[in-house]
Structures are given as structure tokens and as C-alpha cells.
């Protein structure tokens, strides 16, 4: 599975502005979350476009994670080798940029509490 973010989003941002969108509230809501959960980071970035773009990244990692609490994907990794990326599309350069999430450590941490996939072993 990839997840694939661009810079320079315009759904990001929106989802940093502190106004009501209408229609597009639950939509942006997973996103402002992000913001929430990394505003420390985020805000000591001085630079706005490279803010948004950092937010874009961390967007595409949480949702990345997201894939992996839930019991198909675990199901998949576990049974079919299935992978999960991360990627945001640079539409300056026209560059996909792999993000490298280490997402073994974070299925790990992942498991402890959303692990809803064991396999079974069959009985003979």
C-alpha cells in the first residue's frame, strides 16, 4: 500500500487555519489532529511553506499508521508479506519522495495496544 501526500496542499493548508471550512470539516479533521499532535514541532518551523510541507509529511506518516491498526492490514503483512509506504509527491521537481518510515518499530508499538491479527495454527 502507499500513501502518497503532495506538497504545497491546499487541504493542508486549510487544515492550519483555526476557521470553520463548512463541507470540508471532516475532511480536514484527520488532518488537524496531525497538527495537534506535532504543533510543537511544527510551529518552531519559521519558514511557512516548509511548515505546511512538514505537515504534509507527517499527514501521509499518521495515515500510514492508521492503515496498520487496522485488522486486514495486519492480517496482510502477517499472512502475504504485504508493505505499507509512505511517499509525498514534490510537484516543483516532480519528484516522488520516499519517506523511509520505519514501520516495523512502529507496528510494534502498534500491536501493543490494536493487535487484532494473530494467526492460527492449524490443528492436525
Known sequence: ????GHYN???VKAAMQPADMGILNPW???IRD???THKDELNAI???SARYNRLVELNV???CVN???TAAVQEAITLR???VQGWVFDIHTGRLIDLKIDFENILKDIKEIYNLFEPVEPKI
Open 9 to 11: 496542499c491546499g487541504g
Open 34 to 36: 496531525v497538527y495537534r
Open 1 to 4: 500500500i502507499i500513501v502518497c
Open 28 to 30: 480536514l479533521r484527520n
Open 81 to 83: 508479506g504485504l508493505t
Open 61 to 63: 506518516q499518521e495515515q
Open 46 to 48: 519559521s519558514d511557512e
Open 67 to 69: 492503515l496498520l491498526k
